[in-house]
C-alpha cells in the first residue's frame, strides 16, 4: 500500500504564491508518476502538474509559467510551487502517483485564493 499525506494549503491573496508539500510512503517502485490534480468547487477533478522519476513533466496550459513541480526521489516527496495565483486557482488540491498498476491519492489540501 501506499499512504500519500499532503502539506501546504491555506488561504492567499490573488497574486501570491503557496507552495504544497507531498510525502509518499509504503511499497513505492523506483519508477513512478508523482503529481497534483485540483477540483474546484462544482467541476471535476483535473491535472495540475506531474513529473516522473525520469524528470518527465507535464503541466495544465492554465499553470504553465506560474506553477513549478520539483520532486526528491530519494525521500519520495513532490513539490508545487504556484506564484501569481488567481481565484481561479482556488480547489482541492491532491497529491497523486501512479506506478504499474496502481493510482494513489492523497486526502486532498484545500487552497483558496481570494480577488
Known amino acids: 500500500q501506499v499512504r500519500l499525506v499532503e502539506s501546504g494549503g491555506g488561504l492567499v491573496q490573488d497574486g501570491e504564491s503557496l507552495t504544497l508539500s507531498c510525502v509518499a510512503s509504503g511499497d513505492i517502485i523506483s519508477f513512478n508518476i508523482m503529481g497534483w490534480y485540483r477540483q474546484a468547487p462544482g467541476k471535476q477533478r483535473e491535472l495540475v502538474a506531474s513529473m516522473s522519476t525520469r524528470d518527465k513533466i507535464n503541466y495544465a496550459d492554465s499553470v504553465k509559467d506560474r506553477f513549478t513541480v520539483s520532486r526528491n526521489n530519494r525521500d519520495d516527496k513532490v513539490y508545487l510551487q504556484m506564484k501569481d495565483l488567481k481565484p481561479e486557482d482556488t480547489g482541492v488540491y491532491y497529491c497523486?502517483?501512479?506506478?504499474?498498476?496502481?493510482?494513489?491519492w492523497g486526502r486532498g489540501t484545500k487552497d483558496t485564493v481570494s480577488s
Open positions: 497523486n502517483l501512479v506506478q504499474e498498476i496502481q493510482n494513489c
